[in-house]
């Protein structure tokens, strides 16, 4: 499967973005889908995961109540809304996918993986 995100840019503090992350190549329902992120000079940060059917969504505390993960699989896509950004939440954002995923918020879990989008929240 193929992962293309999109959906970055710029936006000012306590503003709102929406990502999507949309697959070709084979249907996403059948893949658990996770949300990375990336900050200059910083490790991968996990943000949030969902699984095939939707029915389970996970988060990092970082960004709890203010993301939200979603999937419309007529679409082959997964959604993060990000609401109230903040200028740590800056980073290149990534979208990856799993036949089966034992820890959601470890990337080597995730065997496909999209480009990244870039997110730039200013303060």
């Known amino acids: 499967v193929q992962l293309q995100a999109s959906g970055g840019g710029l936006v000012q503090a306590g503003g709102s973005l929406g990502l999507s992350c949309a697959a070709s190549?084979?249907?996403?329902?059948?893949?658990?889908v996770g949300w990375f992120r990336q900050a200059p000079g910083k490790d991968s940060e996990f943000v949030s995961a969902?699984?095939?059917?939707?029915?389970?969504?996970y988060y990092a505390d970082s960004v709890e109540e203010r993301f939200t993960i979603s999937r419309d699989n007529s679409k082959n896509t997964v959604y993060l809304q990000m609401n109230n950004l903040k200028p740590e939440d800056t980073a290149v954002y990534y979208c990856a996918a799993a036949t089966y995923v034992r820890t959601w918020s470890a990337p080597v879990g995730y065997n496909y993986w999209g480009q990244g989008t870039q997110v730039t929240v200013s303060s």
């Open positions: 969902i699984s095939w059917s939707g029915d389970s969504t």
């Open positions: 190549g084979r249907t996403l329902s059948r893949y658990a």
